[in-house]
């Protein structure tokens, strides 16, 4: 049975204007929350996985207590084991940090065969972590991976490549981050929101299957982690809407109508458009 650990990741919920400072930042403590949109393809790429290879699913998310949440969705969706790594140190942890942290609970939690992380998220949106974690743990990495097979040890994967697509053969381990073009999104087909409710309500069968960590634990150094391990320095931040100016819509009766009324306003602005048009 293949041991596959998915890394997902709790992000405020971009639909609500709960939890967002007059400075434009996150104040996370008041956010709503939700699970990481691109993490839901890893997720479901890992559960079609188990059903077509067997496979045991560990889902791994770093965060403040109530990222629990998270792993519950997992296992409503059919993972079979949740980590949640928690603890002061991590708060304000930059890209660099937390993927060395989140390497950290790969060693402390052992073999493994396939790691799956989401492509990016929806708040820090830098696509990092996943690539970071495999550097360190120096092991084969497939970025934006849409489809993949196993055969003995080795995965074939296709990604999407600028243009078009690459097909790639390696032994695991491996580390693939998933593209949101890879599998239309299918919940409900693994869903069993009532088997999860049961054992949740079980304290044994609870802590048998979601393991809450500290840094201390999983032998992590917090001097790397946190503001005080992070290089990366926030200079500034605004709202959209400060630097973007006004915005004219043109709605003709046709796109070739809209584009004349678009190209007919340039030129009386003075804008070079000529250049423009030939192109
Ligand atoms: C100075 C500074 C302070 C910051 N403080 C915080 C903070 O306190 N809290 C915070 O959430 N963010 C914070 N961030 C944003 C921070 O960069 C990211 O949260 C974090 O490092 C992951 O980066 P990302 O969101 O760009 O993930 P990406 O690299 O875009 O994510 C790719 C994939 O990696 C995995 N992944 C990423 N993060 C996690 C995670 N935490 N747990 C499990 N899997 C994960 C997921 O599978 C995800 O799909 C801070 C950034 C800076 C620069």
Redesign the pocket.
Known sequence: MFKIIV???QVPDTSSKAGVNPDGTID?ARAKRML?P??RY?LQKAIEIKRAYGAEVTC????PPPAVEVLVEAFEHGADYGVLLTDKRI?????L??AYA?HKVIHHLGEFDIIL?????T????????PQIAERLNIAQITYCEALSISGKKLSARRVVEGGHQELEVSMPVLI?VANSATPLDYKRFADVAAVKEFLRQPQERERRIKTVSLDIIGADGTRTG?VG?P???GKTWKLGEIGGSCTLFQGESPEREVEELIGKLRADGKGVEELVNV
Do not use: E, H, P, Y
Request: net charge negative.
């Open positions: 890394f997902i990741k996370r990481n691109f993490d890893a791994v998310t770093m965060g708060a304000a942890s930059d890209t940090a937390t989140l992380t989401g492509l990016q998220t708040d820090g949106d830098t696509a990092q972590v996943g981050t503001l992070s990366t320095v926030v």
